[in-house]
């Protein structure tokens, strides 16, 4: 492949826009958070009962 190339934020957005990729960015983007919500709140669970059964 060419060389990287590092854009921030807006020219990162405008460049989605583009190329008419910000429907599947917007949805990558949720799955993805969605997928690290759902691990936090089971590590968060975790480490609760953890907590629990050490006292």
Do not use: P
């Not at 921030?8 to 599947?24: I, R, T």
């Not at 691990?39 to 480490?47: A, Y």
Request: aromatic share 6%.
């Amino acid at each position: 492949m060419g060389d990287e190339i590092l854009l921030d934020d807006k020219d990162f957005e405008k460049a989605c826009k583009e190329a008419g990729l910000s429907k599947s960015l917007n949805s990558y983007t949720s799955k993805i958070s969605d997928q690290r919500v759902s691990e936090g709140i089971k590590t968060f669970s975790k480490n609760k009962g953890n907590k629990t059964d050490q006292r």
